[in-house]
């Protein structure tokens, strides 16, 4: 249950706010779009820096808010998710509508907004576990009027969220920096891999016209070839029933799609089988898998990852290939760091297909005839030693500044938690409305 401050007043939410789920308008209708009405979705919320939404990533036209039959809550309402993730806050910076995804918390006399976007935010974990549902857990409308939630007078309220103003946006400041230096870490290494396997480790190398605009010149002495010239085999898996958690020691588990991510196995990403066929271990993976995902949105379709070892009680699924290269023909390695590269993309983006713009597939003809840059294989086993270390400096570096996040996030849901709940007292912080008034 939530805490309340001790000798504070505490009032269930329905008191505080009106509360109205959104809705989406009929599909097929192209009036109903590209209008100039916010409609927030879950996907709109969830950026710890984003108090206020100001925009969406799509409108609704008049036609289309009509059609959803719900009310268009005013700027300094508050926006909630009540899917998962459920409890994702923001206050609308203009006013809005949602899906039904999420629910309008429209205020009423003596609420001030930031404060209870805050409070809000520490009561999430109370909110996701009164979520309910067989397919996908939902926040009712009934329990979140039920919460409770403390009500000091107004101007404490805004004497607190003043104070949580001011000390998350010095936090998320410094969590912007961190999130900064991530990407431009994962950048390097990035452009280093790709570097390295187009060019080669000679920066004085000779060099030659590829015949391929996305690969540029390779050196003088490497060829190119369609991956077919080097594969040994290429197949996929079957979708065996499943439980919803990973394999325990000796139990048989099949690969989630999440187990390919960026040229990284993650062996930790997979389901126990409740049932096994007696062909299922031809599906068992071995040391120098090449993993391909077939399906997938079109930024992650065709991710890549080496298994790096045998595996034989983790089996291949439906939506990954398996790729067998011929032996000293090309390192499987070699080949992974190759297809991660923004350059091969180039390859998948033109082959990807689907019906859907937010799930496409690469048919087992498209991979093969991808083309790769092939240098001798002593020059191969030269790069990809070369590659590992290099990455492994990269992600040592990189889950340095990951952990100084956690901390962080960490510290930023405390100070939150600390100060709705009355243990930090805002009188004795130097903080006045004079110097420090929210953005509203």
């Known amino acids: 249950m939530p805490t309340i401050p001790v000798g504070s007043e505490a009032r269930r939410l329905r008191f505080l706010f009106d509360t109205k789920s959104g809705a989406t308008p009929s599909s097929g209708v192209e009036e109903y779009w590209d209008?100039?009405?916010?409609?927030?979705?879950?996907?709109?919320?969830?950026?710890?820096?984003?108090?206020?939404?100001?925009?969406?990533?799509?409108?609704?036209?008049?036609?289309?808010?009509?059609?959803?039959?719900?009310?268009?809550?005013?700027?300094?309402?508050?926006?909630?998710?009540?899917?998962a993730p459920i409890g994702q806050t923001a206050i609308l910076g203009a006013a809005s509508t949602c899906n039904q995804g999420c629910f309008l918390l429209a205020k009423k006399n003596g609420v001030d907004e930031r404060f209870y976007f805050y409070s809000l935010i520490h009561l999430r974990p109370a909110l996701e576990a009164l979520g309910r549902g067989s397919t996908f857990m939902e926040l009712s409308a009934d329990d979140l009027r039920s919460i409770l939630l403390p009500f000091p007078n107004e101007e404490r309220q805004r004497l607190?969220?003043?104070?949580?103003?001011?000390?998350?946006?010095?936090?998320?400041?410094?969590?912007?920096?961190?999130?900064?230096?991530?990407?431009?870490?994962?950048?390097?290494?990035?452009?280093?891999?790709?570097?390295?396997?187009?060019?080669?480790?000679?920066?004085?190398a000779l060099l030659k016209p590829s015949g391929q605009e996305w690969l540029g010149e390779i050196p003088a002495h490497w060829e190119i070839l369609r991956i077919k010239f080097i594969t040994a085999a290429l197949d996929q898996g079957t979708s065996p029933i499943a439980a919803n958690t990973p394999a325990g020691a000796g139990e048989l588990?099949?690969?989630?799609?999440?187990?390919?991510?960026?040229?990284?196995?993650?062996?930790?990403?997979?389901?126990?089988?409740?049932?096994?066929?007696?062909?299922?271990q031809a599906f068992a993976l071995r040391k120098g898998d090449v993993l391909i995902t077939r399906g997938n949105t079109p930024e992650l379709v065709a991710d890549v990852a080496c298994v790096p070892g045998d595996e034989p009680n983790l089996l291949l699924p439906d939506l990954i290939y398996r790729l067998r290269v011929q032996e000293g023909r090309i390192i499987p390695e070699y080949l992974t760091y190759l297809l991660t590269t923004a350059a091969a993309r180039v390859q998948i983006r033109r082959d990807a297909r689907g019906s859907s713009g937010s799930m496409v597939k690469v048919s087992?003809?498209?991979?093969?005839?991808?083309?790769?840059?092939l240098p001798p294989i002593s020059e191969q086993t030269e790069i990809v030693d070369y590659l590992q270390l290099a990455v492994e400096r990269f992600q040592s570096m990189m889950r340095e500044?990951?952990?100084s996040l956690s901390l962080l996030s960490e510290r930023r849901a405390a100070l939150i938690t600390a100060t709705v709940t009355g243990q930090i007292d805002v009188e004795g912080t130097n903080m006045n409305e004079r110097g420090h008034h929210g953005t509203r």
């Open 35 to 83: 209008g100039n009405v916010n409609w927030v979705t879950p996907e709109d919320l969830g950026k710890l820096s984003d108090r206020y939404v100001r925009n969406t990533r799509r409108q609704i036209s008049e036609e289309g808010y009509n059609n959803c039959g719900v009310s268009l809550a005013p700027p300094g309402s508050i926006v909630l998710s009540k899917r």
């Open 160 to 204: 607190i969220a003043n104070y949580l103003d001011h000390e998350t946006a010095r936090i998320d400041r410094l969590i912007a920096e961190k999130q900064r230096m991530l990407a431009l870490l994962e950048e390097k290494r990035a452009a280093l891999i790709s570097r390295v396997v187009t060019r080669g480790l000679d920066p004085n």
């Open 253 to 280: 588990g099949v690969l989630k799609l999440s187990a390919v991510s960026k040229g990284r196995f993650k062996r930790e990403e997979n389901k126990a089988l409740r049932e096994a066929g007696e062909n299922e």
């Open 364 to 373: 087992q003809v498209h991979v093969l005839d991808w083309l790769t840059p």
């Open 401 to 403: 500044v990951s952990s």
